[in-house]
């Protein structure tokens, strides 16, 4: 998206990312949503985690 000039939050980046994940990883996204912050949490702190 950013390719395209628009340019988006970390936050909703973050988000995507979580949500973009397959099925099988289900289990990681929900303890890296109830540990973290979602909101505060950069992508280099869920590359991380």
């Given at each position: ?20 994940m ?9 303890s ?18």
């Open positions: 998206m950013s390719a395209q000039g628009e340019r988006l939050q970390e936050v909703t980046v973050v988000e995507k990312i979580l949500r973009s397959p099925v099988k990883f289900n289990y990681v996204v929900c890296i949503e109830e540990s973290n912050d979602v909101t505060a949490l950069s992508i280099d702190e869920l590359q991380n985690s």
